[in-house]
């Protein structure tokens, strides 16, 4: 079992920068996919960008493509979102989950309590 816990969201401005972290807890971190989703008020859940155990593989929802940078540090237990070029519907909170199976897609298993993002036009 992994714990997670977010960090680093906040309000900025149309336009700006925020980066988000993640820490997890136990020995295995390396054994699991990690993921980013978002939920806006009054919508569903939705993926945000996903990294493979090793770091190697990475996938992006299209909204986020070419502003949104996944990564991860194994020997931290932490993942992080870089998020540039930030847009007012980029508003929501962010979580943090991982995954136990093979593959970045699909069912997670574990998540964080999530961090509020909120950008303003």
């Known amino acids: 079992q992994v714990q997670l816990v977010e960090s680093g969201g906040g309000l900025v401005q149309a336009g700006g920068s925020l980066r988000l972290s993640c820490a997890a807890s136990?020995?295995?971190?390396?054994?699991?996919?990690m993921g980013w989703f978002r939920q806006a008020p009054g919508k569903e859940r939705e993926f945000v960008a996903a990294i493979g155990r090793s770091g190697g593989s990475t996938s992006y929802a299209d909204s986020v493509k070419g502003r949104f940078t996944i990564s991860r540090d194994n020997a931290k237990n932490t993942v992080s979102l870089q998020m540039n070029s930030l847009k007012p519907e980029d508003t929501a909170v962010y979580y943090c989950a991982a995954r136990v199976r093979l593959g970045v897609r699909g069912e997670y298993d574990y998540w964080g309590q999530g961090t509020q993002v909120t950008v303003s036009s």
């Open positions: 136990g020995r295995t971190f390396s054994s699991y996919a």
